[in-house]
């Protein structure tokens, strides 16, 4: 079966220093791999989304960036965090007939 | 472009009140039509899909939802609530098939005793 793992859980991290949070799914080859952002009181946010190894595509214009350096890992960064970066990330793949599937999320809070 | 509107940011309902979670889909294309739930702090679990097949969909916990064109709605229920029916829902509608869905603002369920 198909599984997809995200962390960290949490992460508290000061303004301007850097981030990493990483996304790895099992069971499936070639996934369509996306990151979403959940800010307080608000909708989904598509960042990135990836439809193969190194190719990323990013939907808004941000601080952060996304790579894919293996076919099941999906990385979101930042060299340096802004307060405006906080919120609840949230990593999802899908593949044919499945859908989404969304990790547990991180909760990010730059203070 | 692909949008969905969620109508009520809040609803509250009784438990074992008829549960009514309102979408409005702008779609330029057949569209894939989603509902998801989310728990405090987690991620999103798929509640049902609807894929141009039969317009009444069933999902999982006793939630349906039916697509009706001529309305562009895609509205969620269930006959009666529970408590652990309390969550946020969203709905969403997939640009390509199920690739890149764009979701709604989402609406948080409040259930009371």
């Known amino acids: 079966s198909q599984t997809i793992h995200q962390w960290p859980a949490t992460l508290v991290q000061p303004v301007g220093s850097p981030l990493s949070l990483e996304c790895t799914v099992e069971?499936?080859?070639?996934?369509?791999l996306y990151w979403y952002r959940q800010a307080a009181g608000r909708g989904l946010q598509l960042l990135f989304y990836?439809?193969?190894?190194?190719?990323i595509s990013s939907e808004v214009p941000q601080n952060l960036s996304a790579s894919r350096p293996q076919d099941r890992q999906f990385i979101l960064s930042s060299k340096k965090l802004l307060l405006s970066d906080s919120g609840f990330y949230l990593c999802?793949?899908?593949?044919?007939?499945?859908?989404?599937?969304f990790g547990s999320g991180t909760r990010l809070t730059v203070v | 472009a692909q949008s969905v509107t969620q109508l009520g940011s809040h609803v509250s309902v009784s438990e074992g009140a008829l549960v009514l979670l309102r979408c409005n889909y702008s779609?330029?294309?057949?569209?894939?039509l989603f509902w998801y739930v989310q728990y405090p702090n987690q991620g999103l679990q798929l509640l049902l899909k609807?894929?141009?097949?039969?317009?009444l969909v069933k999902g999982i916990n006793g939630f349906e939802a039916e697509f009706k064109k001529s309305e562009t709605s895609f509205h969620l229920t269930k006959p009666s609530a529970h408590m652990s029916d309390a969550a946020e829902y969203f709905c969403?509608?997939?640009?390509?098939?199920?690739?890149?869905?764009?979701f709604g603002t989402g609406t948080r369920l409040l259930v009371s005793p």
């Open positions: 609807y894929t141009s097949a039969a317009t």
């Open positions: 069971g499936t080859s070639n996934p369509n």
């Open positions: 990836s439809i193969g190894i190194g190719q």
């Open positions: 779609s330029s294309v057949p569209p894939y």
């Open positions: 999802a793949w899908s593949g044919g007939i499945y859908g989404y599937t």
């Open positions: 969403a509608v997939s640009k390509e098939g199920f690739q890149k869905l764009v």
